[in-house]
């Protein structure tokens, strides 16, 4: 009755969210006093999910399994799941991940709890903490069924290191036409770009940059940091930056490490966005900005002097911690 | 075709979050409840397929009686009727149960939902509504298209987007994208006398099993002061990044 969770991998490739999962994954088996297996599609070397946690892999290579199908992945870990009597399966909070979770809930006759940011406050009854109103508050969810899910949000729990020999074993799901009902034709996804969703550092900016001729200096500076670039509502709405990048209550949610919010006076629906983000700085010429009240670190200034003059601080900065 | 949007009546998005009752209840003092943003751009889809190729558009709600005027705004907003289950949920899966009755009752081709509400942000009903009902499915859709018996979507993904196809009853967890802001609309007082009249037909709630219930709710901490850095002091801002908070 091993702890389930599904490892999303790109190009074969786990991405550092995969170990969180499994770092999360391992805590709740330990606390159930049980073992993790994960699920993958298509992953090349899956050796160093072990380091995290999970002691056994189960490894679909499926060419018709390529491009991820909510359905199909669906199908395949309901039948992983109870393969392994699994009771409690935990899911990245991904696009992907936000997509088949309510569909295996159904299958799986499940409670599902998504946006959880904590391991389970207790096991029985089974209440874990989750996010809610935009991250404006919590709640504390009881999930009354016996096969239960977790829908983890991202950057919530951490890497913890576990030592185990993860064994690896060939997973044949049976899948059928209905499966591929839904039919991907083309996916357009930017390379060599860092997401919202995966960075680590998000650069923003907002009204204050006039205009979308003045954003090179806000990708100069994700650029150096290795950031996702990100904007505020009024900015996508004018379309100066695409519509996903707008971060807010209605747009993304953020929960990277470093949040710098440039020229964004901060509207409470764009705060409830980056509550989650754990260190926030604002660099806006109004001293009353709201934004200043929800930031770790303000400068007070004109962004056209500060922000270059800051790139380039940046710049020797990590010239020198390289 | 018939169109099912699905309309949750949510906190406005400036609204202060308090609870009451121990913090076990969401405290309704004082706040505006409006359509859900991601329901609304779905809203506008449907209008535009009443418009352009002659849809129906009904809406459904899951609430209590305090819902009705959100409902009659969509239909204020052009939709054709509106349905409302007298059932004040506590669970997402609750929702889908009752949506998925509406549905086949309804005999509906296109479910048009937002993709999570602005409350509870759960963003499971729409994908369980499809589940129970065998329909297909596409989440954070940002673009729609129905040809005959088949749709085209546009889902955005983490770091790009993707073009599905599929044949109806299809349901839609949609967002901002599958219409622009700007297109929104905005009821105008024609909209506003007919929809006194459109009907708002209130259906009983079947039993529905609970998979999950809130026991309590908690705020965030409150924040610490902001430390203020002085713009010819740059260098002091990158020390705390690196040591204090070891960000970067």
């Known amino acids: 009755m091993s702890v389930l969770t599904y490892i999303e991998s790109e190009e074969g490739k786990f991405k550092k969210a995969s170990y969180e999962l499994a770092s999360y994954a391992q805590e709740v088996a330990d606390m159930l006093g049980t073992s993790v297996t994960a699920i993958t599609f298509n992953a090349n070397d899956t050796s160093e999910l072990g380091k995290y946690g999970v002691d056994k892999v189960l490894k679909v290579s499926s060419e018709k399994l390529s491009k991820f199908n909510a359905e199909a992945y669906a199908d395949a870990i309901k039948q992983a799941a109870e393969k392994e009597g699994s009771k409690v399966l935990v899911i990245s909070q991904s696009a992907n991940g936000k997509y088949l979770a309510p569909l295996l809930a159904v299958q799986l006759k499940a409670g599902y709890a998504p946006n959880v940011v904590a391991l389970p406050e207790s096991t029985e009854p089974f209440t874990v903490k989750r996010a809610a109103f935009t991250n404006k508050a919590f709640n504390f969810t009881e999930i009354t069924t016996e096969v239960k899910i977790i829908g983890l949000s991202k950057n919530s729990f951490g890497l913890k290191e576990h030592p185990s020999t993860a064994t690896e074993e060939d997973f044949t799901p049976q899948l059928s036409d209905e499966d591929f009902s839904v039919n991907v034709e083309s996916v357009d996804k930017a390379k060599d770009k860092v997401t919202i969703a995966d960075a680590e550092i998000v650069v923003s900016g907002g009204r204050g940059l006039k205009g979308p001729e003045n954003w090179g200096m806000i990708e100069e500076m994700a650029d150096i940091l290795g950031a996702a670039t990100a904007c505020s509502k009024p900015v996508s709405d004018m379309g100066w930056r695409p519509h996903s990048e707008h971060v807010g209550q209605t747009g993304k949610p953020v929960a990277s490490n470093l949040y710098i919010a440039i020229g964004i006076s901060g509207a409470i629906q764009h705060l409830a966005g980056i509550n989650a983000a754990k260190t926030k700085v604002v660099i806006n010429n109004d001293p009353e900005a709201p934004f200043f009240k929800a930031a770790d670190y303000g400068v007070v200034g004109d962004a056209f002097e500060v922000v270059p003059r800051l790139n380039e601080k940046l710049r020797e900065f990590k010239e020198k911690n390289a | ?248």
């Open chain 2, 1 to 248: 075709m018939k169109i099912l949007v699905c309309i949750s009546h949510v906190p406005d998005t400036t609204s202060k979050i308090n609870f009451t009752d121990g913090d076990t209840k969401f405290d309704t003092n004082g706040v505006q409840f409006v359509i859900n943003p991601n329901d609304e751009f779905g809203l506008t889809r449907a209008m535009w397929f009443k418009e352009k190729q002659g849809a129906t558009v009904d809406v459904v709600n899951v609430g209590g009686a305090e819902t009705e005027p959100t409902l009659r705004k969509a239909l204020a907003i052009g939709a054709d009727a509106a349905i409302r289950v007298d059932n004040t949920p506590t669970d997402g899966y609750q929702v889908a149960k009752e949506l998925a009755k509406v549905v086949q009752d309804g005999n509906y081709d296109l479910i048009i939902a937002g993709r999570e509400s602005i409350d509870y942000n759960g963003g499971m009903v729409p994908g369980m509504l499809a589940q129970l009902i065998k329909a297909n499915f596409v989440n954070n859709c940002i673009g729609l298209e129905v040809e005959g018996d088949t749709a085209t979507a546009i889902r955005e993904i983490d770091g790009g987007k993707e073009t599905l196809k599929a044949k109806l009853p299809l349901v839609i967890g949609g967002q901002k994208g599958i219409v622009e802001e700007s297109d929104l609309k905005i009821p105008n007082m024609r909209g506003i006398m007919q929809a006194r009249k459109k009907p708002l037909n209130v259906v009983q709630p079947s039993e529905s099993d609970i998979t999950t219930k809130v026991v309590k709710f908690e705020k965030p901490e409150p924040k610490g002061a902001v430390k203020l850095v002085d713009p010819e002091n740059l260098d002091e801002l990158i020390d705390l990044l690196h040591n204090e908070a070891k960000v970067i």
